[in-house]
């Protein structure tokens, strides 16, 4: 499985962390988690006190900034100029930054080219974000695509939050991905889009267990291939 690239793309919701996590593990290759780049950068750009407005400034901040993710999949560190951030990434204010800045083009490219560095020197890895088979890795050897209807995504994402004691209603969370959705997909660089040869994979009434199953079967059939 050395050298093998996978690529795990889809909207918010869809389950790409959990089961690029399980894949990693399973596969015993390095998880990238390219959303915890962007939320890295993100959480910079506050404490910077730079303005999401100021692209020019925030572009600045992630060409500066030094993001390192080591451990296992099920407990990867971030680390932000040598500071463990692994918690301070996931809070709403962080995430909701980490939705604008990522539509920036020039932190788009910085972050793509790192997350090429880092693929490449680890030789066999898992990523997952929005861009990882059409553009960080196009010639990756799987490329999944997992998808949801929106309710559904909503629904995982409020559960998440009601353990976190998070105070939202269904509502709320299920406007913020229709807006994350909009904002994904109608950027003008790096769009969510289904890459080419991606196996898509709608897991609206699936479960963990059975996606992550259908994912290995394609795997292990593209490694028998080799």
Not at 12 to 17: C, E, L, Y
Request: charged share 30%; proline share 3%; aromatic share 4%.
């Amino acid at each position: 499985m050395s050298k093998m690239i996978i690529a795990i793309d889809g909207p918010s919701g869809a389950g790409k962390s959990t089961l690029g996590r399980m894949l990693a593990r399973e596969l015993g290759l390095l998880y990238i988690d390219t959303g915890a780049m962007y939320r890295a950068v993100a959480l910079a750009v506050v404490e910077s006190r730079v303005s999401e407005g100021e692209a020019a400034a925030v572009s600045d901040v992630a060409r500066r900034v030094v993001i390192h993710l080591e451990g296992d999949p099920d407990s990867l560190k971030v680390l932000l100029d040598g500071r463990d951030v692994s918690e301070a990434i996931r809070t709403e204010r962080i995430s909701g930054m980490a939705s604008v800045v990522s539509a920036i083009p020039e932190v788009r490219r910085e972050l793509v080219r790192r997350q090429r560095e880092m693929g490449k020197s680890a030789g066999g890895v898992v990523l997952d974000g929005r861009d990882i088979g059409t553009v960080v890795f196009p010639a990756a050897a799987v490329k999944f695509f997992l998808t949801a209807v929106p309710e559904e995504r909503a629904k995982r994402r409020y559960d998440e939050e009601r353990e976190k004691e998070l105070e939202h209603t269904f509502a709320e969370t299920l406007a913020d991905i229709n807006t994350r959705d909009q904002r994904d997909s109608t950027r003008a660089d790096s769009p969510l889009a289904i890459a080419e040869n991606a196996v898509v994979i709608d897991t609206t009434e699936l479960s963990i267990e059975e996606v992550f199953g259908r994912m290995m079967d394609v795997i292990q059939e593209r490694r028998g291939r080799e």
